[in-house]
Nanobody
Framework: QVQLVESGGGLVQPGGSLRLSCAAS????????MSWYRQASGKERELVAT??????????TYADSVKGRFTISRVDAKNTVYLQMNNLNVDDTAVYYC????????WGQGTQVTVSS
């Protein structure tokens, strides 16, 4: 069965950095685009970044709010997708989820990122 396991969240000061990881299993990872979403308290879940499959170029797209600060990447040999987050601010505080659509949508359990001084 498909499993997505996020890690790397935590508490960081404004201006700091974190790298999130999502370990995938149960499907042929290299064949699928992967995404990161986030959901802040009291707000709707929003798309943060997407990376296409390596076979389609590994193209990346970002929400305007994170462009230039976040980088999504993937290592197919490790079945893992990453989200490097730099210059974090309080508005980045949220639970971050890994996502893949393989016939149906699959979500990880989420990892909490808190940006606070």
């Amino acid at each position: 069965q498909v499993q997505l396991v996020e890690s790397g969240g935590g508490l960081v000061q404004p201006g700091g950095s974190l790298r999130l990881s999502c370990a995938a299993s149960g499907f042929t990872f290299a064949n699928y685009g992967m995404s990161w979403y986030r959901q802040a308290s009291g707000k709707e879940r929003e798309l943060v970044a997407t990376i296409t499959s390596t076979g389609t170029g590994g193209r990346t797209t970002y929400a305007d709010s994170v462009k230039g600060r976040f980088t999504i990447s993937r290592v197919d040999a490790k079945n893992t997708v990453y989200l490097q987050m730099n210059n974090l601010n309080v508005d980045d505080t949220a639970v971050y989820y890994c996502y893949v659509r393989r016939i149906v949508a699959y979500w990880g359990q989420g990892t909490q990122v808190t940006v606070s001084s």
